[in-house]
């Protein structure tokens, strides 16, 4: 799953860190990726590795670093 994040204090040369700051139930997300994709906007991409889907939301946690 990929969701996107608008920001206007992110630019180019902004880096994104994310993690996940509370587990669904049942399931266990992973954060694949996450980076600023130009001004403004930046993806963050979670898969669950876990055998059964999750039957709770997951939370995540990201920060932005504008270089």
Do not use: H, P
Not at 30 to 44: E, F, I, K, N, S
Request: proline fraction near 0%.
């Amino acid at each position: 799953e990929t969701w996107t994040l608008n920001n206007a204090r992110m630019d180019a040369t902004s880096m994104m860190i994310a993690s996940i700051y509370q587990q669904c139930t049942t399931g266990e997300v992973l954060v694949l990726d996450a980076r600023v994709t130009g001004a403004g906007a930046g993806t963050v991409t979670v898969k669950n590795y876990g055998a059964s889907a999750c039957t709770t939301t997951y939370k995540v946690s990201f920060f932005v670093i504008r270089l």
